[in-house]
């Protein structure tokens, strides 16, 4: 599929993978996605809230104009270590609920990793739904979306 980007809080999400596709009367829906962008360095706990935030919204807004219910797990932090050096971050999880669009998930996940780079924060969004939308594609697990964030590594 074609790698596309959306504005998403103060990043730009570049999409770098599709969880499996379904047609929902004429619309095109994903049970999920994953894609990276970057900030300018800044609090990775409040990048990480804010990017988890407008994913949640864009992903679950029913076409009603129904915000989703969004609630949040305190961040984690976490490091990582490339060219011998340790790198510090945090990982954000939140689980978003709707009920007013049929079509879409009753329920997802939205797992934002950001990691502090010297000059600026790299940021990994995984997305996937837990519940909800049409049996086949079966929607993800947490332990699925979790395990792609735990093999995160950064490549430069």
Do not use: M, W
Not at 30 to 50: F, M
Not at 135 to 146: K, V, W
Request: glycine share 10%; net charge negative.
């Amino acid at each position: 599929s074609d790698v596309c980007s959306s504005d998403l809080g103060p990043i730009t999400l570049h999409q770098g993978a599709e969880r499996t596709a379904y047609t929902c009367g004429t619309e095109r829906l994903l049970r999920g996605l994953l894609g990276s962008g970057s900030a300018p360095r800044t609090d990775p706990a409040e990048l990480a809230d804010s990017v988890a935030t407008a994913a949640a919204t864009d992903y679950y807004q029913a076409q009603v104009s129904v915000t989703p219910g969004v609630t949040f797990d305190p961040p984690t932090k976490i490091t990582r270590t490339s060219g011998g050096k340790t790198l510090d971050g945090v990982v954000v999880r939140a689980i978003v609920t709707q009920h007013a669009d049929k079509c879409l998930a009753s329920q997802g996940e939205v797992l934002v990793f950001v990691l502090q780079f010297g000059d600026h924060d790299g940021v990994l969004v995984v997305n996937g739904d837990l519940a909800g939308g049409p049996a086949n594609p079966a929607p993800a697990t947490d332990a699925e979306l979790r395990a792609i964030v735990g093999t995160a590594r950064p490549t430069h």
